[in-house]
């Protein structure tokens, strides 16, 4: 098994934090996305013990919401002292729903459209994460009609290649995110920044990519921002409270990714080398922000279908085809993305039926995965996807009007709705 809160029970069934799957599925149906709290909750507390542990004071661990929204992970957030990273109006909207603080949410995106920015205003967010010149222009206008002054910060893109799937690499100097340090705009969009009387400039933010197994990148990132500040407090004389390093730390989808990483150990070598940065530099030591999604997340998931056929093309291929698909996992679509899937009432059987596992919508490309071992299944089999808690749900879409599946929570033994399927009448009710 990949990860240790998963297991086989005495009937031979797949189970998540003791819970047995199969049950799972026949009692909310499929397709189902089934999720471990207590998996969820010892992540969030990992990252917020380790940053408590390593870096200074105002330190923040930020739950990115893009990984998996919905209201009811706010509560876990909030209880164990986490901020959160949103992106849209949707995104705040559901944290404020549950009741999270607007002071804790750091607002990003690289197209904030004038509506964006005055709802996050008069939602009084606690950050701005500006991306472009355009948009602080926008900003600082837009505070001062509102007679307010916005914690902001510049995001700026370190020209750092972590080696990911490129759509999910973002801190390349060729990226359409954020301030470009390499030509020296990063740096005159700081001074602007510095003259504005309706935004107040707390620092910079980067993100170098995602599912990254390796601190490299992370502490090449952390030297070329620290230079930046050193460089922004020669200038102007400016000293920057906090630096955000964004997400990007990687999880185990299949057995021949790396071991799993050790955050506590990246967060205290990342540690050790911005302290040492900054005595060098002779600048403050700021704050660090980060902001993990995947690896809060992804692990907790488990995505359980129902097998409608098995199509053998002799000399060709097998296919296991299941009632869902991209429109709740586009990640084979759009990353070649690798996943483990078990027939999960076949728990205790041989996987040894080698099978591409496809989906139900009407496009040949609607593949979970290939080259998939499952034990051969037959029609009404249960197929569990395993870590499929981050970007699955939040990605999942109505595509040939198919409603998106229910997620449940498990925790102790017991489970609850946390998003219910959507029917029907759903699916028109925008309709005019
Ligand atoms: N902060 C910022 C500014 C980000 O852009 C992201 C992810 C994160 C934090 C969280 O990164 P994480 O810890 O989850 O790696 N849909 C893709 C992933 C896109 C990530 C986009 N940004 C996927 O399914 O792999």
């Not at 510095?194 to 400039?201: F, G, H, I, R």
């Not at 964004?246 to 185990?252: E, F, N």
Request: net charge negative.
């Amino acid at each position: 098994m990949l990860y240790n809160h998963l297991s086989i029970n005495e009937q031979g069934h797949l189970a998540l934090a003791g819970v047995d799957t199969v049950e799972m599925a026949e009692k909310y149906g499929t397709p189902l996305y089934l999720l471990d709290e207590m998996q969820i909750r010892t992540k969030c507390w990992t990252y917020v013990q380790s940053m408590r542990k390593h870096f200074p004071v105002g330190s923040t661990a930020l739950y990115a919401g893009k990984a998996l929204c919905f209201k009811q992970m706010y509560p876990i957030l909030k209880q164990l002292g986490m901020g959160a990273d949103v992106v849209s109006t949707g995104e705040i909207h559901t944290a404020l729903e549950a009741g999270f603080p607007a002071s804790m949410l750091v607002f990003h995106g690289n197209a904030k459209t004038d509506d964006d920015l005055r709802y996050a205003l008069d939602k009084r967010v606690g950050w701005i994460v500006v991306d472009n010149p355009e948009e602080l222009e926008r900003l600082n206008e837009l505070a001062g009609e509102k007679r307010a002054c916005q914690k902001i910060m510049l995001r700026l893109t370190p020209g750092i290649d972590p080696h990911t799937f490129e759509a999910v690499s973002t801190g390349k100097v060729d990226s359409k995110f954020g301030l470009v340090i390499e030509t020296g705009q990063a740096l005159e969009v700081t001074g602007r920044a510095l003259e504005m009387k309706n935004v107040e400039l707390m620092g910079f933010h980067c993100h170098v990519g995602s599912q990254i197994f390796d601190s490299k990148p992370f502490l090449d990132a952390a030297g070329v921002m620290l230079s930046f500040m050193a460089e922004a407090k020669q200038k102007y004389g400016y000293n920057a409270q906090v630096l955000n390093l964004g997400g990007g730390i990687g999880v185990r989808y299949v057995e021949s990714d790396p071991e799993e990483i050790d955050i506590d150990k990246v967060l205290s070598e990342l540690s050790n080398y911005i302290t040492n940065q900054c005595w060098r530099m002779k600048i403050f030591s700021p704050a660090i922000f980060l902001e993990p999604g995947r690896s809060i997340v992804a692990d907790a998931g488990v995505t359980m279908y129902t097998v409608q056929s098995v199509k053998q093309i002799p000399g060709y291929k097998d296919y296991v085809i299941v009632d869902g698909g991209m429109t709740d996992n586009p990640r084979y679509a759009l990353y070649g993305a690798k996943y483990t899937a078990i027939v999960a009432n076949k728990a205790d059987r041989p996987a040894d039926f080698p099978c591409t596992l496809a989906g139900r919508c009407c496009e040949s490309g609607d593949v979970i995965g290939e080259n998939i071992a499952l034990t051969r299944p037959e029609r009404g089999d249960k197929v569990a996807v395993l870590t499929t808690g981050a970007y699955n749900y939040s990605m999942a879409s109505n595509y040939n009007r198919f409603g998106r599946p229910a997620v449940v929570m498990v925790c102790q033994g017991e489970d609850r709705l946390v998003v219910r399927r959507e029917t029907l009448e759903d699916l028109t009710r925008c309709d005019v």
